[in-house]
C-alpha cells in the first residue's frame, strides 16, 4: 500500500534516509527542512502520515505537532517523531503536543515502513 | 545517473558534507559565545549541530562519533536548559570538544583508527559539567518492535446505523494481509481495550490496531457500543466504544503489548492470559454487558463513527470502490506536487568535482577554439562589420560569460579555511602558553575551491608562525605596555581581481638585525651585503632560513617560509611582509580568483612566443640606448623618470640569446614586484593581450624557475606561461647576490 509521507527534519541526511527507507515501499515522500517549513509544504498537500524530528531550527518539532493539530483537516493525521532519545518524560510532552507514536533513531527502515503502515494503514 | 551508485553510501558520502556545515555552525556558534554576542538562539544550533551530526553518525552506525557527541550534547543540553553557565574555562573544553568532533568526523570518513585516548579525556573534561549527574553509559534503548501487518477485520454490529459509514475507514478495502489465516497459536488472550479520549487527539485509530492483532492469529473482536449516544449528541472526539478481543496465538505478550505501544497510557488496556485449552470461544470475564460477538470470518458493516474527526485522510490507501461508499467530504486529492514548491526555492544540487573538472576543461577548450576561430576569420580579410564578424564578437562575449559561470561554480567561501585556523590558534596558542585572539574578516570572500584547499598547509604555517615567533611572551608585552592578549588579524578580500589574504600579528615585529645576522652566518648573503628592510624582511623567504633560536613544539617542523612562498607561488600568488617594529608584521597573500584562466600578454622573444600574466605589467617602454646604464657587469638599469630600475634580459635568462648589447628599439615591460618595486623585463615585442587558459605542466617536465605553465594560443600554437617574478627572484638568488636595491632611489649612476 502506498501512502503519501511528509517528513519534516533539520538534517539532510536524515531526510535522504527516509526517503531511501520509505521509497522501495512505494511511499511517496515529501520533505521539509524545519517545522515552519513544513507548515508550508503542508499547505498542498493531504499525507496519509507526518514524520518529524524534534530538534529543528526556526520551529521544533513539538510547535510543528501542535501547529499541524490546529488545523482541522490534519486533526487526525498520524504523526511519528523521529527521536534519538527514548525518554519517556519526551514521549510524553510529543503526545502531549498530538504525536501519535515516535520511532527512534538510528532507525530501521523496515520497522519505520511498518510503524507508517500501522499509524496510517 | 547513469551510474549504479548505492544509495547507502552516496547518503554517507552526503552525510559528511553536511557534517562539515554543521561543524562550521558548531564553530561560529562556539565563537559568537566567545565574543559575546550570543543571544538565546546561539546555543540551540551548537546544541542541534551536535545533535544532527550524532543523529547522522548512528544511522551509520560510527559509534565513537556517537558517543562522544552524545556526551557532549548532554553538557550543551545543561546549558540550554539554564542549568550550567559557559564561563571560560567550560568555552575551552567545548572548543576543543567541537575540535574533537571535527576529528572524529574525519577519522570515521576516512576509516582512521579512533583516538579513543583523546576521547577519553575530553569526556572526562566534559563531565566536570555535569557534576554527579553524569549520565550513565548511555543505554541504546531498544527500537520499537512492531508486529507485521495485514487485515482482514470485518466488524459486523447490527446496531450501527447505516448512515455512519462514511466517518470510518474502509477496512474492508485495505489489502488482504499477507499472511492472512496465521497460524492457530496455543496461547489465548483476553485483551480489553477502552480508548480515552486523547487516543484520537493524538491520530492513533483502533481499527489499525485491531487490524494489526487479526495478523497475530485467530482473533474474535466484541465491540461494546454500550455508551454510544445518540447519532446528534455524537462528539467526534470522544471514543464511545470498546473492545473485547479474544486472540489465540503463539506470539509473547510483550509482543501483543507492542501493538498499544502508541497507545499506552491512552487507553485502558488489559491482556489476560485465558485458562483453558483454546477456550476463546468461550466468555472469559464478568465484564459489562456487551453487543454481539463478531466472528472475523463474518458479514461486513462498518462500526458505528469511531470518533475520529470527520475526514480521516484514509483515501489514497482505499480503492475505488471504498471512496465510493464513502461520500466523504475530505479534500479531492490533491496535486501533490505543487506542495514542494516552497523547497525548490533553496534546492542544491551534489555535484561530483570531476564533472566541473570536465566542465571547466571543455570551457576552456571552447576559449581556445573561439580564439582560433576569430584569427582565421580575421585572416580571411571579412569586414569588421560583417554579420560573421559582429557575431563573432557576441560569440566571444558568450565564451566569457559561460567561463566566468563555471569558475563561479568552483568558487567556495573561505570560511571553513578561517575556522581551521582558529583551531590552529588555539592549538598553538595553548602549546606555547600564550594568549592569543584571532580576529577573522572577510570570510565570506569566495575563492577556487583548488585555491582554498592548497592554501591550508602555507595558512596553517604562517598562523604558527605569527602566534610562535611573531608574537611576544605575555610578560614582554606587558613591559612592552601592550595588552597581554596578543592578536593575530586574519583577513581575505577581493582586490582588483585578485584574492588578498593578509596575516597580520601585534607583536614585535621582524628583529631586522638579527635576521640579517643569520643570513650572513648562514652564508645566504655577503657578510657586506648593504639590504634594505624589505630586503631583510624578504631573506626569511630564502630556503634554509629558520629565525628561531630556541626550536619550540611549533617550528622545527622541517618546513620554512621558503616552503609557504613555494606553495602561494605555484598557485600563481605572491607573498610579501611588512614589519614594523614594535608593531607586528603583516604578511600578505595575493592569488588569482582562478586557476584556469589568465589575462595575458602574448609577447616575442628571440622568435619565441611568450605569455605574460597582464595583471604585473604595469607599463610598457620603448628604449633607446642612453636609457640603459650598467652598474657593474651584468648588471643594469635604465632610467625611468626620476628613479631606476633594473634591467633583466629575458632572451638571455632564459638561454635563447645571448645578452643584448644594443638596446635601440628594444621594448621594455615593467613588472610590478610583490613589494611594489619594479623590475624592467627586456624582450623583443608584443603581439596581443587575451585571455588564455592554463594548461598545467605536470610532473613529466622538469620545473624551470620562472615558467609557471603553458597555454595554446588561437593558431594552435604553444605557448609558456612565465611567472616573472619567480625568474627575477631566482637569477638573483643564483648569484647569491642580492638584486640591486628594489627601489628606485639610491642608486646613481
Redesign the interface.
Known amino acids: 500500500?502506498?501512502?503519501?509521507i511528509l517528513a519534516v527534519d533539520?538534517?539532510?541526511?536524515?531526510r535522504?534516509?527516509i526517503r531511501?527507507a520509505l521509497l522501495p515501499s512505494g511511499f511517496?515522500v515529501?520533505?521539509?527542512?524545519d517545522g515552519v517549513?513544513g507548515i508550508?509544504?503542508?499547505?498542498?498537500?493531504?499525507?496519509?502520515a507526518i514524520i518529524t524530528d524534534i530538534?529543528?531550527?526556526r520551529m521544533d518539532g513539538f510547535g510543528f505537532i501542535d501547529a499541524v493539530?490546529e488545523q482541522?483537516?490534519h486533526?487526525?493525521?498520524?504523526?511519528l517523531v523521529l527521536t534519538?532519545?527514548?525518554a519517556p518524560e519526551l514521549k510524553k510532552r510529543a503526545?502531549d503536543a498530538?504525536?501519535?507514536?515516535?520511532?527512534?533513531?538510528?532507525?530501521?527502515p523496515e520497522?519505520l515502513v511498518?510503524?507508517l503502515?500501522?499509524?496510517?494503514? | 545517473m547513469s551510474e549504479e551508485n548505492d544509495p547507502m553510501a552516496e547518503i554517507r558520502a552526503s552525510f559528511f558534507i553536511e557534517c562539515e556545515e554543521l561543524l562550521e555552525a558548531l564553530q561560529d556558534g562556539l565563537q559568537t559565545i566567545d565574543d559575546g554576542a550570543a543571544d538565546s538562539e546561539t546555543i540551540n544550533v551548537v546544541f542541534r549541530a551536535v545533535h544532527s551530526i550524532k543523529g547522522g553518525a548512528g544511522a551509520f552506525g560510527l559509534e565513537a562519533l556517537v558517543r562522544f557527541a552524545h556526551r557532549f550534547e548532554t553538557v550543551l543540553d545543561e546549558v540550554r536548559a539554564g542549568r550550567l553557565t559557559i564561563d571560560d574555562e567550560a568555552l575551552k573544553v567545548f572548543f576543543q570538544a567541537a575540535d574533537h568532533v571535527s576529528d572524529l568526523v574525519r577519522i570515521c570518513r576516512d576509516g582512521a583508527d579512533a583516538p579513543d585516548a583523546e576521547t577519553a579525556v575530553l569526556i572526562g573534561a566534559l563531565d566536570q559539567f555535569l557534576g554527579d549527574t553524569v549520565p550513565e553509559e548511555d543505554a541504546e534503548e531498544p527500537e520499537i518492535e512492531f508486529a507485521p501487518m495485514g487485515l482482514s477485520l470485518d466488524l459486523d454490529l447490527s446496531d450501527a446505523s447505516d448512515e455512519t459509514e462514511a466517518a470510518c475507514p474502509d477496512l474492508d478495502a485495505l489489502p488482504p494481509p499477507p499472511d492472512f489465516g496465521a497460524p492457530t497459536g496455543d496461547t489465548a488472550y483476553t485483551i480489553t481495550f477502552i480508548p480515552q479520549a486523547e487516543m484520537f487527539e493524538t491520530g492513533n485509530e483502533p481499527a489499525l490496531l485491531l487490524r494489526n492483532l487479526s495478523q497475530m492469529g485467530d482473533l474474535k473482536v466484541t465491540c461494546d457500543a454500550s455508551t454510544l449516544p445518540d447519532l446528534d449528541k455524537i462528539t467526534p472526539e470522544v471514543p464511545h466504544l470498546s473492545w473485547t478481543i479474544h486472540l489465540q496465538t503463539d506470539v509473547e505478550e510483550a509482543e501483543i503489548r507492542s501493538i498499544f505501544e502508541f497507545v499506552e497510557g491512552l487507553c485502558v488496556l488489559e491482556i489476560a492470559r485465558e485458562t483453558g485449552d483454546g477456550g476463546s470461544d468461550g466468555d472469559t470475564t464478568d465484564e459489562t454487558p456487551v453487543s454481539p460477538i463478531v466472528d472475523i470470518s463474518s458479514e461486513t458493516v462498518n462500526t458505528p463513527p469511531p470518533a475520529r474527526p470527520p475526514d480521516p485522510p484514509q483515501a489514497p490507501t482505499a480503492p475505488k470502490p471504498a471512496q465510493a461508499a464513502a461520500p466523504n467530504p475530505a479534500e479531492p486529492s490533491q496535486p501533490a506536487r505543487a506542495a514542494t514548491a516552497p523547497t525548490a526555492a533553496k534546492s542544491v544540487v551534489r555535484v561530483d568535482l570531476d564533472r566541473i573538472e570536465r566542465l571547466v576543461n571543455l570551457v576552456g577548450e571552447l576559449v581556445i577554439n573561439q580564439a582560433m576561430l576569430s584569427q582565421s576569420l580575421e585572416q580571411s580579410g571579412l569586414s569588421p562589420h560583417s554579420d560573421a564578424m559582429s557575431g563573432l564578437e557576441e560569440f566571444q562575449r558568450l565564451t566569457r560569460d559561460i567561463q566566468d559561470s563555471v569558475m563561479m561554480i568552483r568558487a567556495q567561501p573561505v570560511k571553513s579555511l578561517f575556522q581551521r585556523m582558529s583551531r590552529i590558534v588555539r592549538e598553538s596558542s595553548a602549546a606555547v602558553s600564550k594568549d592569543v585572539r584571532l580576529n577573522v574578516i572577510g570570510e565570506g570572500t569566495e575563492v577556487d575551491k583548488t585555491v582554498i584547499e592548497r592554501l591550508a598547509d602555507p595558512l596553517t604555517h604562517m598562523i604558527r608562525n605569527a602566534v610562535d615567533h611573531g608574537l611576544e611572551t605575555p610578560e614582554k608585552r606587558i613591559a612592552a605596555g601592550k595588552p597581554a592578549q596578543g592578536q593575530i588579524n586574519l583577513s581575505a578580500a577581493h582586490r582588483s581581481g585578485r584574492v588578498v589574504i593578509e596575516i597580520s600579528d601585534d607583536g614585535a615585529g621582524i628583529n631586522r638585525p638579527r635576521v640579517l645576522q643569520i643570513a650572513i652566518d648562514k652564508g645566504l648573503i655577503p657578510a657586506d651585503a648593504q639590504l634594505s628592510d624589505t630586503e631583510i624582511d624578504n631573506l626569511l623567504f630564502l630556503p634554509g632560513f629558520s629565525t628561531a633560536s630556541v626550536v619550540s613544539d611549533l617550528s622545527g617542523r622541517g618546513v620554512g617560509m621558503d616552503v609557504v612562498r613555494t606553495s602561494i607561488q605555484a598557485l600563481g600568488g605572491r607573498i610579501t611582509i611588512t614589519s614594523n617594529p614594535g608593531e607586528g608584521s603583516t604578511f600578505s597573500i595575493s592569488l588569482p580568483l582562478t586557476l584556469a584562466v589568465l589575462d595575458g600578454m602574448v609577447i616575442k622573444v628571440a622568435g619565441e612566443t611568450l605569455v605574460l600574466p597582464l595583471n604585473l605589467v604595469v607599463e610598457t617602454l620603448t628604449l633607446s640606448n642612453q636609457d640603459v646604464q650598467m652598474v657593474r657587469p651584468g648588471n643594469q638599469v635604465i632610467e625611468v623618470r626620476s628613479g631606476f630600475v633594473p634591467l633583466f634580459d629575458l632572451g638571455a635568462s632564459l638561454g635563447y640569446r645571448e645578452p643584448l648589447q644594443n638596446f635601440d628599439g628594444a621594448v621594455v615591460l615593467l613588472i610590478a614586484q610583490e613589494d611594489e618595486s619594479c623590475t624592467a623585463l627586456l624582450i623583443d615585442n608584443i603581439l596581443d593581450q587575451r585571455q588564455v587558459v592554463i594548461k598545467g605542466l605536470d610532473d613529466s617536465f622538469h620545473r624551470a624557475p620562472g615558467i609557471a605553465a603553458a597555454t595554446i594560443l588561437g593558431d594552435g600554437q604553444i605557448a609558456l606561461i612565465l611567472d616573472p617574478s619567480d625568474m627575477i627572484a631566482n637569477a638573483g638568488a643564483t648569484a647569491l647576490a642580492p638584486s640591486p636595491p628594489l627601489k628606485t632611489q639610491g642608486v646613481s649612476a
Open positions: 500500500m502506498s501512502l503519501e533539520d538534517s539532510r541526511t536524515m535522504d534516509m531511501l511517496t515529501h520533505t521539509a527542512d517549513h508550508e509544504v503542508l499547505e498542498g498537500i493531504q499525507p496519509d530538534n529543528m531550527p493539530r482541522d483537516k486533526r487526525g493525521t498520524p504523526i534519538t532519545e527514548a503526545r498530538g504525536a501519535t507514536g515516535w520511532i527512534v533513531k538510528p532507525f530501521d520497522k511498518k510503524a503502515q500501522m499509524v496510517a494503514g
